[in-house]
């Protein structure tokens, strides 16, 4: 059986071009709800999206990962080897910024959290960040 990582302090998050593409046409695949799942790596490096249904209540300004859903997630990283390395979702009306509510529900310290912003469809935005005790601060985004 794989040894379970350790998800890593991340100092900076490294994105390769195609995931950072896959959370933007998730997020464009249904702009009326905040879409949401998970990222697995090893180290600083990004390599896989667990996409997992929202099932909040109100899934056009919150997002509640699917919980079987999440937990398969997590299970395939550990198959994989990969660690959590990040959380993302989307704002469909709002910036790539987090929210009083996504500050509320924030669980995981040390592990990214992106925002897929989607005020212009046509140029979504993209922000990184990271939970650290009671709040969110930008964290670097290295796109190889």
């Known amino acids: 059986m794989p040894r379970v990582l350790e998800s890593p302090r ?14 933007v046409a998730h997020a464009l ?7 949401c799942g998970l990222l697995g790596g090893v180290g ?6 667990y996409a997992i249904a929202n099932v909040a209540d109100e899934p056009a300004t ?11 997630a997590m299970q395939a990283m550990r198959r994989r080897g990969e660690a959590l390395l990040g959380i993302y979702h989307s704002h ?15 669980a995981y310290p040390g592990v990214a959290y992106l925002i897929v912003s989607l005020l212009d469809r046509q140029a979504p935005a993209l ?12 964290l670097a985004v290295e796109r190889p």
């Not at 695949?29 to 879409?35: D, G, I, K, R, S």
């Not at 600083?44 to 999206?49: H, S």
């Not at 922000?127 to 930008?138: L, N, Y």
């Open 62 to 72: 919150t997002f509640f990962m699917e919980p079987r859903a999440q937990l398969r």
């Open 44 to 49: 600083p490096r990004a390599l896989t999206r």
């Open 92 to 106: 469909p009306a709002g910036p790539a910024l987090p929210s009083a509510r996504d500050v509320e529900f924030a």
């Open 127 to 138: 922000g990184c960040f990271i939970f650290e005790g009671a709040a969110f601060a930008p």
């Open 10 to 23: 991340l100092l900076s998050l490294v994105l390769p071009a195609a995931l950072e593409a896959s959370l």
């Open 29 to 35: 695949a249904t702009p009326e709800v905040e879409v």
